[in-house]
């Protein structure tokens, strides 16, 4: 699949980096940003099936412009930005060219994006989150079902926000994910929300019985489990012991793995790392 509206629109594109343009394509192809005097480019990180290692998803990241390809992460910006409106400018511009390098590059990959929302955005957007990006998307004709977006883990005080504003994003058309702490907290959001996709960190995985009745429910209630921060073979061995013990599939992303990259990666390597 092509996309040839978004081809158009990146034909239009001006390679240019003048200051009447907030987003223009570099050398390479690859979109670029600016936030204030940051310039800004994408890059993905795969998530993968933990027994046949083969490539789901991937996690879109704002990096800052490196000729090495291993910028710095900007999602720290949104916590030192001026104002909500200007978190919400950040985060729109992050998830459009996100979506821009993802789709230009994605072709028949079968693959979904996953895409961050920051805490704060949470409670800066007055209502009807996810319309504005549906409307890019739509313009664009993106398949809008192939986003995840992930929701921060929430305290007890933020449960009505969450509850909120995965509502908006559901009636909008997309999924989302749940960034939960702990198997406690992921039990408790599960009936609540019914989210599509839980993420927890591979680092944390000391409750074995609380992650394991997680795990069987999550199945149950087709609810995917992604642990991230996958940065051990110490890691990836309990992993593969906690879901052989649950009896279910699971998802895992981590440098161990992959270090995120502006390029999708190609078929021999979407099928192991």
Not at 22 to 44: P, V, Y
Not at 81 to 87: M, P, Q, W
């Amino acid at each position: 699949m092509s996309f040839p509206i978004l081809q158009k629109y990146l034909a239009r594109l001006s390679d240019a980096t003048g200051a009447a343009s907030s987003i223009w394509l570099d050398h390479e192809g690859k979109a670029q940003g600016r936030f204030f005097n940051c310039t800004m480019s994408s890059a993905f990180q795969p998530i993968r099936q933990l027994d046949s290692q083969a490539v789901q998803a991937y996690e879109g990241l704002a990096r800052s412009v490196s000729a090495q390809d291993l910028g710095l992460s900007l999602w720290k910006l949104l916590d030192h930005a001026a104002s909500d409106d200007e978190s919400i400018e950040l985060d729109r511009l992050c998830r459009m060219l996100h979506a821009i390098n993802f789709f230009r590059q994605a072709g028949d990959l079968a693959a979904d994006l996953y895409l961050n929302v920051h805490d704060r955005l949470l409670s800066a957007v007055s209502s009807n989150h996810g319309h504005a990006f549906r409307r890019i998307l739509d313009a664009l004709e993106l398949p809008l079902e192939r986003v995840v977006l992930q929701l921060p883990a929430a305290t007890p005080q933020q449960g009505w926000l969450l509850n909120y504003v995965s509502d908006n994003y559901r009636r909008n058309g997309f999924r989302f994910a749940v960034n939960v702490n702990n198997a406690r907290d992921g039990l408790a959001v599960l009936d609540r929300l019914r989210p599509d996709v839980f993420k927890l960190d591979a680092r944390e995985l000391q409750d074995q019985k609380g992650l394991t009745e997680l795990l069987q429910r999550s199945a149950a209630a087709r609810v995917a489990v992604v642990f991230k921060r996958v940065e051990t073979e110490q890691h990836l061995t309990a992993l593969r012991e906690l879901g052989a013990a649950a009896g279910v599939s699971l998802l895992v992303q981590g440098y161990l793995l992959d270090e995120p990259r502006s390029v999708l990666l190609g078929e021999p390597a979407r099928r192991a790392a």
